[in-house]
């Protein structure tokens, strides 16, 4: 008995070590449904061992299961209490679900087991970001930035908090990073790039990248280069090209992924700020900057004083941007306005499985690209929506609009503000506390209830 002991448990070491090498292996390729049962399965059989837990939640994260990952790095830093690693993991899980004053302890207490470890530092400083300790944040990706300044990560998140500081200058320059991200996929088209100087005559690509709240920010930039003379070829996704065909000064519209015509100079659409040396006092906010071919007419009920749009959710990654809808329905309740929801997606399901599709009419079915989407914002008197494409939209048409903004929001709305420099039709409603959805849309409840008690709309629609 005493011979087979040590031998059981040498049989049981390689099996482990065979099993975690697979597992990584199958990681590193990139193979997460394979890594994830083999560590899955490590967890269950080996669970007095840390190293399934971490690994599990770490990929648990990468696919979107938050919730499942703090529960894995739980489960390792139960056994491996002082563990700094394990412990940053599981602050970044708890950051992605917005308990960010959880994880900001487990942060800072990472500091002190490890101050000198770089990762350790970089995961503080994005937590200390959202909990809006900007400049704080500011200092430890600076000092970051510049003892590695080939870091790619850290000089996009340094540009993100600059530009949310309000710092265009360094924001925008630094911002240029993002083409060194290895999880970027969209790729600088090759040849000449543009880079400010005459271009009257020359025909230039204004390269599309990110999303279509992105496309719809930047897209202001194109009467100022049309205005330096370039004969402008625009790319989009699919989805904008109705609504982007409406732009002055643009000679040919491409999408996304097709081939690109001959040009003699490109330049991505984001990189434009750069170029025109942006600051917050010199934003191109001359609105409305985009206009729908389309026109959506929606009757006025009598004794209906207001009608009003509604989005509350968008994509749940990397950020989630949505609001309760049982919440906002409650906004309902006044019989004065008239709601017309403008949600698309499979998000848009919720309205009849609650049955508040008849409290309020859903547009959705008819929303089959933007410009679809800007006529019907056309025909209402007030948008209320969240942190998504539809706010951008809305904007870009100088519609008026509320828009609610979860505690850790994007940098384009900068922090503690009411109104926004990219767009002035456009008021943000802020959650005081990252768990707080009642106060804003208390907020908005009596903003609504002040323009549906005049006798006149609050603003007539868009002709």
């Not at 897209?219 to 409406?246: D, H, K, S």
């Not at 870009?396 to 109104?419: K, M, Q």
Request: aromatic share 8%; with cysteine; hydrophobic share 40%.
């Amino acid at each position: 008995m005493t011979i087979q002991e040590p031998q059981a448990q040498s049989t049981a070491e390689r099996e482990f070590k065979q099993r975690i090498d697979a597992a990584r292996a199958a990681f590193d390729a990139g193979r997460l449904p394979d890594a994830l049962q083999l560590y899955s399965d490590l967890a269950r059989d080996f669970p007095f061992h840390p190293m399934p837990h971490a690994n599990l939640g770490l990929i648990l994260r990468r696919i979107g299961k938050p919730e499942a990952a703090v529960i894995s790095y739980q489960r390792a830093l139960a056994l491996v209490p002082d563990n700094p690693s394990v412990m940053s993991s599981l602050g970044n899980a708890l950051r992605s679900l917005g308990r960010i004053t959880e994880a900001e302890k487990l942060q800072a207490r990472t500091l002190k087991l490890a101050p000198d470890d770089r990762s350790l530092r970089y995961n503080y400083a994005l937590t200390l970001r959202d909990m809006r300790k900007l400049n704080e944040a500011l200092r430890l990706l600076s000092a970051l930035h510049a003892e590695q300044p080939d870091d790619a990560e850290v000089a996009w998140d340094l540009a993100i908090t600059q530009l949310q500081l309000g710092d265009y200058s360094k924001g925008f320059k630094n911002y240029e990073a993002r083409w060194r991200l290895a999880r970027n996929e969209t790729k600088l088209r090759d040849g000449p790039q543009w880079t400010g100087e005459d271009i009257a005559g020359k025909r230039l690509l204004l390269q599309s990248e990110q999303g279509f709240g992105d496309a719809i920010q930047f897209a202001r930039y194109v009467r100022l280069v049309a205005e330096r003379g370039a004969r402008i070829v625009l790319e989009c996704l699919p989805e904008l090209r109705p609504l982007f065909a409406t732009i002055p000064g643009v000679e040919e519209i491409v999408i996304k992924g097709s081939q690109t015509p001959d040009a003699d100079l490109s330049i991505p659409l984001l990189s434009l700020p750069r170029i025109f040396g942006t600051s917050l006092a010199t934003i191109p906010a001359q609105i409305p900057y985009l206009r729908s071919a389309n026109v959506m007419t929606l009757p006025r009920r009598p004794g209906t004083n207001l009608r009003v749009g509604l989005i509350w959710a968008g994509k749940p990654t990397p950020r989630d941007r949505s609001w309760p809808l049982p919440l906002l329905a409650t906004l309902m309740e006044n019989p004065q306005i008239a709601f017309f929801s403008l949600q698309t997606g499979p998000r848009a399901a919720e309205l009849a499985a609650a049955g508040y599709d008849r409290l309020a009419v859903d547009l959705g079915p008819h929303l089959k690209d933007f410009s679809a989407t800007a006529a019907a914002m056309n025909a209402l008197d007030l948008i209320v929506t969240i942190d998504t494409a539809s706010a951008h939209l809305a904007g870009a048409l100088g519609r008026p609009t509320i828009v609610l903004l979860r505690y850790v929001s994007d940098w384009r709305w900068h922090d503690y503000r009411e109104d926004s420099p990219w767009y002035p039709s456009l008021r943000l409603f802020r959650q005081p506390k990252p768990d707080d959805f009642a106060q804003p849309v208390e907020r908005v409840r009596e903003e609504l209830k002040r323009l549906a008690s005049g006798s006149a709309p609050a603003q007539q629609p868009a002709a």
